[in-house]
């Protein structure tokens, strides 16, 4: 399962965001540094609103959406990376996600303390990024002299310390790993070190209410900051989602189109990840139940069957598939039938956004 992780200095807002995008959340949101300390796990529902209407379709039972998991982690602090602020506990926990998503704050308030004593994003964000390269740094530098010393016995280490040797002078320079060139097989060497930096990032720039539809100057920075790295950025407002999560379903389109948003924070926040991971949806329904499974963009159709279950992959057959705009232009499976939108699909085919999908396979 897809897991996403809440970095940030303390007071930015994690907690806050944290607990109302997931609803059961039991995080405590305070005005003091530290209040999480454990990190709060939560697992959401990954919007979609194209699930209700294939289940219309299909007279489906139940509905079931593909889940995420958010990690609300402790605020870091100047000095993390030698432990100041639990930070080496902390860090522990960003190393096993898939997923940064760094809230920055974006917001004035004289009521809620700043570390720094004052609103400024990209200092912030340089205060993060610099603890976790200064982090990866060192446990490059420890991987880095291990295998060289392996590389008496083992030819193929030679391919981990290209990779270290090519990281290692940029987090020096406090860039990120995720920025350094890697070929394929030095990408797959250092995949079990974690490094912090080598995972994609999404900037939460976190704003007022009255700022939501239309952003700030601060947000502006955080802007042109991440399209210089290539990261995304989301701009939400935690005091909305807080509101949000109080009202009943139906009224919280109008109170988002009240303040000129188009979406909640949850749907953007999942949406920037999705495509900064490389991932799309397809469907699978029925009378029983209709679907939402998360793919890597590119799988096969025999990959994508083996995400339900190991053995649909190792004995696919072939898949019925059908575009889920042209089952919901027909309005039935035999309508798209009917008109040879239904296609048998092998081996090789690749699955696009949006597929409707039935397996066929021999346990």
């Known amino acids: 399962m897809l897991r996403a992780g809440n970095v940030g200095l303390p007071n930015v807002g994690k907690s806050t965001l944290f607990n109302a995008v997931v609803a059961n959340a039991k995080a405590q949101a305070a005005n003091f540094p530290f209040c999480t300390i454990e990190p709060n796990v939560g697992m959401v529902a990954v919007p979609d609103d194209r699930l209700e209407v294939l289940a219309k379709i299909s007279g489906s039972a139940d509905i079931l959406p593909a889940r995420m998991e958010f990690v609300d982690i402790a605020g870091l602090v100047k000095g993390a990376s030698k432990g100041e602020g639990l930070g080496n506990q902390f860090l522990a926990n960003i190393r096993e996600v898939d997923a940064i998503v760094h809230v920055v704050r974006c917001f004035e308030n004289d009521d809620i303390i700043h570390v720094s004593g004052s609103v400024d994003a990209l200092r912030d964000i340089e205060v993060i990024n610099i603890e976790l390269a200064l982090a990866d740094m060192a446990s490059a530098e420890k991987r880095l002299e291990r295998a060289r010393k392996e590389l008496r016995t083992k030819k193929e280490a030679q391919i981990e310390i290209d990779a270290l ?157 059908v575009a889920y705009n042209d089952l919901v232009t027909n309005g039935s499976m035999a309508a798209a039938k009917e008109k040879g939108l239904v296609r048998s699909e092998g081996r090789d085919y690749v699955v696009a956004e949006g597929d409707v999908m039935l397996f066929r396979f021999n346990v």
């Open 165 to 321: 040797e090519k990281i290692l002078p940029a987090l020096n320079d406090g860039r990120p790993a995720r920025l350094v060139p890697l070929t394929e097989d030095e990408a797959l060497s250092i995949k079990g070190l974690g490094l912090m930096t080598l995972k994609p990032i999404i900037y939460a720039a976190n704003v007022s209410e009255s700022d939501l539809a239309t952003g700030n100057a601060e947000v502006e920075k955080v802007k042109k900051f991440a399209a210089a790295e290539g990261s995304e950025v989301v701009v939400i407002s935690a005091q909305v989602e807080s509101e949000l999560i109080e009202l009943p379903e139906e009224d919280r389109a109008e109170f988002l189109e009240s303040l000129g948003a188009k979406e909640g924070g949850l749907k953007s926040l999942i949406r920037a990840t999705y495509h900064l991971l490389g991932l799309q949806t397809y469907f699978t329904t029925g009378p029983k139940e209709t679907r939402a499974w998360t793919i890597h963009q590119g799988m096969t159709a025999p990959q994508a069957a083996g995400v339900i279950h190991s053995d649909f992959e190792r004995g696919f057959i072939r898949a019925e598939t």
